[in-house]
């Protein structure tokens, strides 16, 4: 039953009750429940506060709480190692559709076929950008590179160089035919399209084993 004092609701104890258990099971308080991490963490804390208490320290010796101290530190890193954040997954890498600047979900094979296209059919400009995307599409889905999302030509340069040293210098070279036509407007020419595509089948040959991390 419901009393009503200055027409504010004041329910009795049943309906109380239901409303709280329909409050509660609003999934918003699921979300706030701890990890099984956060929960290890507490018990860890709690272990430790407990272990170097006045009442608990002078029943251990100094070195027994040394070696306590390394292995619980050792779990916490082992635990976050195994369970921490996963660097991204090949498959999950050649799925990215974020790429210099455009959504794109062509592989490297595709994205390499419409340049020939494209320089076939004399459009320069148009074989020169696929062209370097399948560049950074095929290094991508190899796992050499990982750029950030939004990385330009040049950052996308610059990680190259750093896996394949030999290449910095084509590669940088690719980067600027990218960008002179992508955004400089530039038009491009059939002998710089052959030299990003050079350099393209040079990268998709070179052996994943003779790359320097």
């Not at 002078?58 to 027994?64: I, L």
């Amino acid at each position: 039953m419901i009393r009503r004092f200055d027409e504010v609701l004041i329910p009795d104890g049943d309906e109380a009750r239901e409303w709280a258990e329909v409050e509660l099971s609003n999934p918003r308080y699921a979300d706030a429940k701890p990890t099984w991490f956060d929960l290890l963490a507490r018990d860890i804390g709690r272990f430790l506060a407990d272990l170097f208490s006045p009442e608990n320290g002078a029943n251990v010796g100094p070195s027994a709480l040394i070696v306590v101290c390394v292995v619980v530190f050792a779990a916490l890193v082992a635990a976050l190692i195994i369970w921490g954040r996963p660097r991204r997954s090949r498959a999950v890498s050649g799925r990215r559709t974020d790429l210099l600047g455009a959504t794109d979900d062509r592989t490297a094979a595709q994205l390499r076929a419409d340049a020939e296209r494209s320089a076939r059919a004399g459009d320069w400009d148009e074989a020169t950008i696929l062209r370097f995307r399948a560049l950074a599409r095929g290094l991508l889905e190899r796992d050499l590179i990982d750029p950030s999302p939004g990385a330009t030509a040049q950052a996308i340069a610059r990680e190259v160089s750093h896996v394949l040293p030999t290449e910095a210098s084509a590669v940088r070279s690719a980067a600027a035919s990218f960008d002179d036509v992508r955004y400089l407007r530039h038009p491009a020419t059939a002998e710089r399209y052959a030299e990003l595509a050079a350099t393209d089948d040079r990268f998709v040959a070179a052996r994943p084993e003779a790359v320097t991390a």
